[in-house]
């Protein structure tokens, strides 16, 4: 991908092409439509993580299949294998991996934090030796979004410094006062005009810092906003409150994205505080572990009592595996180990989280989100462990 210099622009404050359909009365779930240079993305939406250029066991043509519009990539691992050179190169992301649609990046905030022994945290940026051979790599804000920007992504991430549940409050400070000024950076560096830049709110599970770290970020006009630093560690009810808190400090008029959460149970409820864009690896790596996600819960398929089952995994389900082979079926090749099993049933729990953002879209659009809602996530707690 090359695009002449005149043809950049400051990442922000640029207007959001954010625009809302609709809302749900009795919360703040709402429908809206994200344009991107690779097609308009409906919301709410859930991103299947492709983080090194692949969702795990699924192709492209199934990723399109199963009506995704949009994968998550890490911008961080792609840094390091193939590299940016060599995917711009070839094209670019979108032709390295054949996939038309939309692609996000993230930065690399999260390895700050998974990485730890590996990294170097400044503030002009993060050294990073790399766990695959030791080379060394230095990350500066400017570097992760014109990486990102070669790479050729649709929605791109800025640094930020990620901790985990443990922190102290002096260390979640140092951190938020950190991406703060990296975002700042980061907004200053030139993007074509056609790809958005979010911000990323961070705040540990502090209520104050993280209204505090919304409002200076609001500040700064991103497209989009994205919401990281949950899900490391703490109670599934605590990442709900936080997420709640920080939702409503968020413009309203921006696309809100909380990175990395989470189950089904809980995307229905994040939906309902008002956010629209959602990753997770749990899809795939449940189905890789023999774990599927239904309408009344999760089932472990590797139980002998599934030996001799003829039904589908989820008899309310209409993905490529429910309509074409047996529990039984799927039970065999997960316990003999076999490829194709890790392949049906990561893309039935791709199908499943997909399905039921569409789902969202629909009740939301009529009207009566907040009740069918609290419907589905009782099913769902109800036949937990089943």
Known sequence: MTTAVDDLVAAAPRPSPFRVAARDAASAARTGLLPTAHGDIPTPIFMPVATQGTVKGITARQLVDLGAPMVLANAYHLSLRPGVETVEALGGLHRFMGWSGAILTDSGGFQIMSLAALRKVTDDGVAFRSHLDGGKLFLTPEDVVLGQHRLGVDILMPLDECVGAEADRAAVLQAMQRTTAWAGRSAVTPVRPDRHLFGI??????????????????????????????????????????????????????????????LPQDLLR????????????????????????????????????????????????????????????VRHLSVAGEMLGAQLTSL????????????????????????????????????EGA
């Open 201 to 262: 709110v961070q705040g540990g599970l502090d209520a104050e810092l993280r209204r505090e770290h919304a409002a200076r970020l609001a500040a700064h006009e991103f497209p989009g906003y994205a919401v990281g630093g949950l899900s490391v560690g703490e109670e599934r009810g605590l990442t709900r409150e936080v997420a709640a808190v920080t939702a409503a400090a968020l413009p309203t008029n921006r696309p809100r994205y909380l990175m990395g959460v989470g």
């Open 270 to 329: 994040f939906i309902g505080m008002g956010y629209d864009l959602f990753d997770c690896v749990l899809p795939t790596r449940n189905g890789r572990n023999g774990t599927c996600f239904t309408a009344a819960g999760r089932v472990n398929m590797r139980l002998a009592r599934h030996v001799r089952d003829e039904g589908p995994i989820d008899p309310t389900c209409a993905c490529e595996a429910c309509r074409t082979v047996s529990r039984a079926y």
């Open 348 to 383: 039935h729990n791709l199908h499943f989280y997909l399905d039921l953002m569409a789902q969202a879209r629909t009740h939301i659009a009529a009207g009566d989100y907040t009740a069918w809602a609290a419907t589905r996530i009782e099913a769902i707690e109800a036949g």
